[in-house]
């Protein structure tokens, strides 16, 4: 079974420019999740989603932060602009539909993540 | 303050020995815990979960304990090898919810 992809795996940028990370889930997994790691921390939480809708996305920088997930399936990460604290690791991860399985043991998947560098 | 602290932040052991890694928490309602490792470079894997009538889970040379009176978990690795140096990630889940720790970091050296 094929993994969640993500790309680009590493992106320099300077401040104020705009970058954009693309995420592909594991085929069938209804839930999908964008995280912000900075280096030495756990992985935070950007936003959610079910299928193509939004389930949380509380943590999210919508000055500067968007994503959309199209037909429920890719997703993509937008910054724009970026600032030189969004130096870190965006992890995206997909689940099965919590409805499918019981929540205790819903697992999530990660991808090897995008490496983002703001000079 | 972070729901999930982990210690100790980092370690260095010798190829072979033992080590523990422990995962308190503070989330409530609690539903399970995990601990993940993430390998330089890469997303985190899962290794065990744990739900609350759970106490220990097994994975390999991996074994994590739950207490879940006292909201603490380890991480015991049994004779390490060099490929177990990773970030060890303990993540809470409750209320839908999940928690991350900020990791353990683990080096083995031969």
């Known amino acids: 079974e094929a993994g969640v992809a993500q790309s680009p795996r590493y992106k320099i940028i300077e401040k104020r420019q705009s970058v954009a990370f693309w995420c592909n889930p594991i085929s069938g997994h209804a839930t999908l999740y964008w995280y912000q790691q900075i280096l030495g921390q756990g992985p935070k939480l950007l936003i959610q989603?079910?299928?193509?809708?939004?389930?949380?996305d509380s943590q999210l920088p919508k000055d500067r932060f968007s994503a959309e997930r199209l037909k429920g399936v890719d997703s993509t990460l937008k910054i724009q602009p970026a600032k030189l604290e969004d130096s870190a690791v965006y992890l995206c991860a997909s689940s099965l539909d919590p409805a499918q399985l019981p929540s205790s043991y819903n697992e999530q998947f990660f991808g090897p993540g995008t490496r983002l560098t703001v000079l | 303050k972070n729901q999930v602290e982990q210690s100790p932040q980092s370690l260095i052991i010798l190829e072979g020995k033992n080590c523990t890694l422990q995962c308190n928490y503070t989330v409530s309602p609690f539903s399970n815990l995990r601990w993940y490792k993430q390998d330089t470079g890469r997303g985190p894997v899962s290794l065990t979960i744990?739900?609350?009538?759970?106490n220990t889970k097994s994975n390999g040379r991996y074994t994590a304990t739950l207490d879940a009176d006292t909201k603490q978990s380890s991480l015991h690795i049994t004779a390490s090898q060099l490929s177990d140096s990773a970030s060890y990630i303990c993540v809470v889940s409750g209320n839908n919810r999940l928690a991350f720790g900020k990791g353990n970091q683990v080096v083995v050296i031969p």
């Open positions: 744990m739900t609350f009538s759970e």
């Open positions: 989603f079910q299928n193509n809708g939004v389930v949380d």
